[in-house]
């Protein structure tokens, strides 16, 4: 009877351990300082080959981190109408943020060539963005939405009182 006895506290004991340890796994996350919900597979690494985990832009673009997960920009050229679209989104891509400003300036570069942008606002009924209220940019400039390869800067961006400077988002790679 002692013997049985001494198995299960044993067995208990070994419970308790494989409990604690599947625990500490599943409250890991991904290791990127922050808490998110996300289903993709953290051994495939980053997207881009930096390590860490990979967010992916809802629209199929670029993405562009602002400051510490703070905020992405994702970055998608429309090569039919000769555009190139903006969308703010949060720190993990997954939802559109609505910002105040009515442009964004920002320069594209392509080899030697250069191109001075400004991307504005706009409206979607749909969503009920409206100017001064709304997640999407666009800018018409056909050359350049029918390169394969460019970088947008922005010397300065404000997304919601917080400051970014010197932002620099390379198409297609972006910059996570």
Known sequence: MMRNGLASKSM???VALAATAAASFALAGCGGGHEHAHDHDHSQ???????????HAPHGGALGMLGNHAFQI??????????????VLDGDAERFVRIEA???EARATAG???WALTFRAMENEATGETLGSTSHFTV??????GLAEFELSFD???????????????????SH
């Open 140 to 145: 018409q400039v056909e050359e350049l939405a």
């Open 12 to 14: 208990l004991r070994w």
């Open 112 to 114: 030697q060539r250069e």
């Open 102 to 104: 009515l442009e964004l």
């Open 156 to 174: 300065r961006l404000e997304m919601l009182g917080q400051v970014f400077e010197d932002v620099r988002i390379p198409y297609p790679h972006g």
């Open 74 to 87: 994702e970055v998608l050229p429309n090569r039919e109408e000769g555009r190139i679209d903006l969308y």
């Open 45 to 55: 690494g980053h997207e881009g080959g930096h390590g860490g985990h990979a967010h």
